[in-house]
């Protein structure tokens, strides 16, 4: 008997990603996975980093409430591409 058209291609495709080098190596960094968008409009940390975060947080820096720096780094930036313009 057949079996499920779409379990095949499921099936199909996994092997696809397991057999290219660099599809595999972007699977196994999350990178197949959307990532959320920040208040600034810019993309939020790859899957991988928040898995570390959260199993290995003696990796980062201790910041409860966020980056303290990030509304500097904001205004450096934007200051840095008018001058560029």
Do not use: M, W
């Amino acid at each position: 008997r057949g079996g499920s058209v779409r379990a095949f291609q499921r099936v199909a495709a996994a092997n696809e990603v397991l057999v290219d080098v660099e599809k595999r190596r972007a699977y196994d960094e999350g990178e197949d996975i959307e990532r959320e968008a920040q208040q600034d409009g810019s993309e939020g940390s790859c899957h991988r980093k928040k898995i570390e975060q959260k199993y290995f947080p003696e990796r980062f820096d201790f910041e409860p409430f966020g980056d303290p720096h990030s509304d500097r780094r904001e205004r450096e930036t934007r200051e840095h591409r008018q001058l560029e313009r």
